[in-house]
Nanobody, 123 residues
Framework: QVQLVESGGGLVQAGGSLRLSCAASGLTFKTYTMGWFRQGPGKDREFVGASSWNCRNTYYADSVKGRFTVSRDNAKNTAFLQMNSLKPEDTAVYYC????????????????WGQGTQVTVSS
């Protein structure tokens, strides 16, 4: 049974940082592309960023480029989303997703999802 569990969300002031984690189980982690998505209040879910299995290929939404970084530790079956210079508009539930051998730029083909973690950025 494949499972993704996000953690690390919380309340932070604008300009601050948070690091989200996504612990994966039930899959051969190093063969999966890991993606991050978010859904803000009253908004559709949107792509944030993704990394290939070895982090050589990463892909980001324009709204987070230069502020957010995706990474992973294949030995620990964990993906990370480092979020810096946070803005109130980054407030959302953040989800990680996994898909086998997916090009990180393909945003709409993930089939395995975590339950999400809330990030709230105060002004």
């Amino acid at each position: 049974q494949v499972q993704l569990v996000e953690s690390g969300g919380g309340l932070v002031q604008a300009g601050g940082s948070l690091r989200l984690s996504c612990a994966a189980s039930g899959l051969t982690f190093k063969t999966y592309t890991m993606g991050w998505f978010r859904q803000g209040p009253g908004k559709d879910r949107e792509f944030v960023g993704a990394s290939s299995w070895n982090c050589r290929n990463t892909y980001y939404a324009d709204s987070v480029k230069g502020r957010f970084t995706v990474s992973r530790d294949n030995a620990k079956n964990t993906a990370f989303l480092q979020m810096n210079s946070l803005k109130p508009e980054d407030t959302a539930v953040y989800y990680c997703a996994a898909e086998y051998d997916l090009d990180p730029s393909r945003e709409h083909e993930y089939t395995t999802w975590g339950q999400g973690t809330q990030v709230t950025v105060s002004s």
